[in-house]
Every structure is written in C-alpha cells, then in structure tokens.
C-alpha cells in the first residue's frame, strides 16, 4: 500500500482554507499554519468584500467571464455569508472613464451580466454632468467573518491539522525526496517532514520563497487603504461604484455593520514591485509606517459625483497590503497564479486574486491520485 501523501499548506487566508480542505479530501494528510492568530485575518478580511459579478473588468473579457462562472458557485457554496439585501448601482462618469455606457451594457451582455437602467430616484443622486448613465446590476457582498466560521467547520470536518500563531520560517529539501518546513509556534519550533508544500500567503509569497532559497515571482504590491463609513440614511441599503476610472466605490462591509469605502486615486499609499533585484515583506513594514487616511481626500472627490455622500461618516479604516500580477496593469485583468514545482520540487505557491475565483485554483489543483500537475487557465 502507497503512503498517505503529506501536505503544508502556508497561510490561513480563505485560499489557503480551501485548498487545505480540498487537499485532505483528495486524501492528503494536511496540516494548515497560519502565522496570525485566526484563520482569515488578513487579505481575506481587509477587502472590499465584493463578490465579484463581472462588472468591475470591462477591460478584461476573461476576468468578466470568469466572474460570471464562479459566482453562482461561491453563492451556492457559502449561502450563509452573502449579503444581498442592498440594491447596486454602477454609474459611468461621464469624463475620463475608459468605458462608455454603450461599451459598459455590450460588456455586461457579452459576459451574460443582468444590467438596467435604474430608476430615476436612483439617477437623481448623481450629478448629472459627470454621470453619463446609471444602471443597477447583480452584485453582493460577502461577510468575512461567517466566511472565518465556515472555513473552521470545513477544515474541522476534512481533519486538517490547524496551526494557529505559527510562522513558517524556513522550508527546504531533505534527503528523503521531500521538502521540511521549519514552523516557529509559541510552543518554540517544530519541523514538519512533507511530500509538498503550498505557499498561499499573498502578500507574503515572496518572503516565504526567500525563506526557501527560491528567487522571488515578479509580484506588484500596494499599501491599500479602505476606509470603513457610516453612509447617510438615503445611501444606507445601496452600493455604488463609478467606472471605469480614477473614482470610488462604496458597498456594503457586512461583517463590521458599515460601509467600505475605497477609490481608485486615494485607497493605494504606495506600492511597489518584488523582482530579481530585492522583495520587500509588506505585512512587517506596514506595522513600522505612520499612516494617515487618505479617506478627506476620496470623500471631497466622491462627493462631486455624490452630493449626499458629504453626510458620510468615517468610523475606521482598514489597512492591507494588495498583490497582483505586473501583466494585468494595463487591462486590469485578475487570473490566479499557480505555479508547481517553484524553485524546488513538491513547491508550490498560490497568488489569489479574488475570493470568487478560488475555484479556478480547485479545479487546478491535484487530488492524492491525480495525474501530473497542470498550470491554473
Ligand atoms: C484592499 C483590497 C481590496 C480587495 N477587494 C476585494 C473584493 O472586493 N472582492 C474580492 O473578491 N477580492 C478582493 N480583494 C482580493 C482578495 O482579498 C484576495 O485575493 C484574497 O483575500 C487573498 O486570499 P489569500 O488567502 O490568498 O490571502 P490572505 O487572506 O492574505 O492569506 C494569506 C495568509 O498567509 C499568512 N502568512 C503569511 N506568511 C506566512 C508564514 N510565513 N507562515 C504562516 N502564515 C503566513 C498571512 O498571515 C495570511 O493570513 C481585495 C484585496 C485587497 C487587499
């Protein structure tokens, strides 16, 4: 009889979770590390907790598509945690947007979005200069902590080993054709001896290939700001997002009661790029920067679109580190990165894009039994 395979999964965001689950119900024996002190405390928390429909990539055919696809299957998966009971509206402005509301609605039907023009009571709340249409689609949110809840069932349930507080610091090959993982808890340090390692720490991917020796992935990363607002009355049960542009959006956080609030000028710090000439571990050099909100500056903006949103009430913001590919800069595009084997063999590393195309990743992903590995479309 063949030996059970053994797998550590690196990073308890919502990819990490999902993997870890799928990865033992394929038949692995996993162990699951989380350096915080839960499960989805990071990226999957700090976000706009947009479930994506589609509407947000009318630059990127596929990244709509694929939004169209995953949708009704996260919705089907995690009924429990999707908020629905607001309205959304997207509103084209009316200068420098890179679509137009013809190109916005050929979009939404090409990817088979539902899209319509939205009742006048809706269109009165936008200046109607810079707002060229307004249109209500099918967008929810999710909430992040149902999801944590949920992830903790499902992994309690596949029997993955759930290591929280602990950092993996190290990882490498050992004589006996597998990797060993060095995983610095509060008990001290504990080697694991593993058939495969998957590094899903998204912002943190490159840190952990260093700690393997391995030479970094060209990642793009920026220090995003969302701020977290108590919208007034007549906004309270809708989101908006003004496309497709330097402008902001405001939906519905449901797992704090308030509103995210981000814009596309305002929300990102700084950013930077890993590449062959040095990485920079964004989650330690956020705790050592002073930050001030940026949230006056997208509300003095927002407001010209919005005039009610000047009764808008800042309660906090949320501060993460966003990491996506250099290629899709210039459409905007959001495909996942799988990539095996990554500078040693039974290395793998995950670079998630979206919560709803967690499934482009399992469907990617090989099964105790599985024929060879194969890239993520
Ligand atoms: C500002 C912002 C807004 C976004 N808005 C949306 C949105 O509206 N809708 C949407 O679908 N997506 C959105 N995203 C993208 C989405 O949040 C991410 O794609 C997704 O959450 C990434 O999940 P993850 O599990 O890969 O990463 P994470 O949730 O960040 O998980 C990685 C984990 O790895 C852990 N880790 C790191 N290093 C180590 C180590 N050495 N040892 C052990 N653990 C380690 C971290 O502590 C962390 O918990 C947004 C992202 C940001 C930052």
Known sequence: MQPTPIAAVVGGGFYGCMLAERLARG?????????????????????????????????????????????????????????RSFTKLYAIASRHSQVTARHFVGFCRRIGAPVEPAPPRFGRLFDRDLIEAVFTVE???????????????????????????TEVTRIGPHGRGGLVVSALGSAGEDLLWVDRVFNCTYARLNTLLAAAGVAPIPLRHELAEMALVE?????????????????????????????????????????????????????????????????????????RYMPLLADCRQVDSLWEIKTVLP?????????????????L?????????????????????????????????
């Open 345 to 377: 063999p039974g290395l793998s590393c995950v670079l998630a894009a979206k919560i709803d195309n967690v499934f482009d990743m399992l469907d990617a992903i090989p099964m105790a039994d599985a024929p060879p590995l194969r890239r993520a479309a």
């Open 139 to 165: 967008e929810f949110a999710f909430d992040a902590a149902k999801l944590r809840r949920a992830c903790h069932g499902r992994l309690a349930d596949a029997g993955v080993d759930v290591r929280l507080s």
């Open 231 to 303: 919208m007034p009355e007549p906004l309270a049960r809708l989101g908006v997002t003004v496309m497709c542009g330097p402008f902001f959006s405001a939906m519905p956080f449901p797992s704090r009661g308030v509103h995210s609030f981000s814009h596309v000028r305002y929300t990102p710090h700084t950013s930077w790029t890993d590449g062959p000439d040095g990485i920079l571990d964004g989650h330690r050099s956020m705790g050592a920067t002073a930050r001030q909100s940026h949230f006056p500056l997208m509300l003095r903006d927002a407001v």
């Open 27 to 83: 038949g692995m024996k996993v162990t699951l590390l989380e350096r915080e002190s839960d499960l989805l405390l990071r990226a999957s928390l700090a976000n706009q907790a947009r479930v994506h429909g589609g509407y947000h990539y009318p630059r990127s055919l596929l990244t709509g598509l694929r939004s169209r696809a995953n949708l009704p299957r996260f919705v089907a998966e995690f009924p429990d945690c999707i908020e």
């Open 327 to 343: 290629a899709n800069d210039r459409d905007d595009g959001r495909p996942i990165l799988l990539e095996h084997d990554v500078g």
